[in-house]
């Protein structure tokens, strides 16, 4: 782990600050069932978690066709729409580890701009990043691949060396460790823990922990 001190907090959104994932996850399996690819929920959490919508629409239409993945998409979203309308929370903790955190921060998400400012607004939580928020949209290729996390530093001013990302997903991870940053695994949700353990990543499981784990040692 590098000696750096940390200029930059990158949080990605569902999962971390929104407690969308669960969900997400519920959709998903009733969606697969009904259109031709039943999968468990550990399946969805391997295939889908973490990865941005274009890539998991790039599956759905390798093991379904265009037609049905249009389908599964237009549903998906109506369905997800819904659910955060009625249910969506924010993270436990989140809210108190914001307060406490003194470091400039951001969010950068596999989701697109218009799914985040819904979920952030609904949770209250979207003022304490307006200005500051990132989608794999305005990249080439999102998470495993670093360009978002990078593109996130880039806009910011601050090098990747001095990042540390908050994220709960092992794509979300791998694009840590790829773009050079520090990463910490929030274990706290859908994700295994044993996928998110590896190089310059410390694993965490209650929101509140983030600010002592971020201070400097």
């Excluded at 794999?136 to 001095?162: C, I, Q, T, Y």
Aim: net charge negative.
């Amino acid at each position: 782990m590098t000696d750096l001190p940390i200029d930059l907090v990158i949080f990605d959104c569902d999962g971390v600050l929104v407690d969308s994932e669960h969900l997400a996850l519920r959709v998903c399996v009733e969606l697969g069932a009904e259109l031709g690819w039943p999968l468990t929920e550990g399946e969805i959490v391997d295939r889908f978690l973490g990865r941005s919508e274009r890539a998991v629409l790039a599956q759905i239409t390798e093991r379904l066709g265009e037609e049905t993945a249009a389908r599964w998409g237009e549903a998906y979203q109506r369905r997800l729409e819904a659910a955060i309308d009625t249910e969506l929370t924010e993270v436990d903790g989140i809210s108190e580890a914001l307060d406490a955190i003194t470091l400039p921060h951001c969010i950068a998400s596999s989701g697109s701009h218009t799914k985040m400012r819904r979920t952030l607004s609904r949770t209250g939580l979207y003022d304490r990043f307006a200005g500051r928020i990132f989608s794999a949209s305005e990249v080439a290729h999102g998470k495993p691949a670093p360009d978002l996390f990078l593109h996130a530093a880039d806009r910011m001013g601050v090098p990747p060396a001095r990042c540390a990302v908050i994220e709960d997903s092992q794509y979300g991870i791998q694009a840590a460790r790829a773009a050079g940053m520090r990463s910490f695994g929030y274990t706290g949700g859908l994700t295994p823990p044993e996928w998110l353990t590896g190089e310059n990543t410390v694993l965490f499981d209650d929101m509140r922990k983030l600010p002592t784990l971020l201070a400097p040692a």
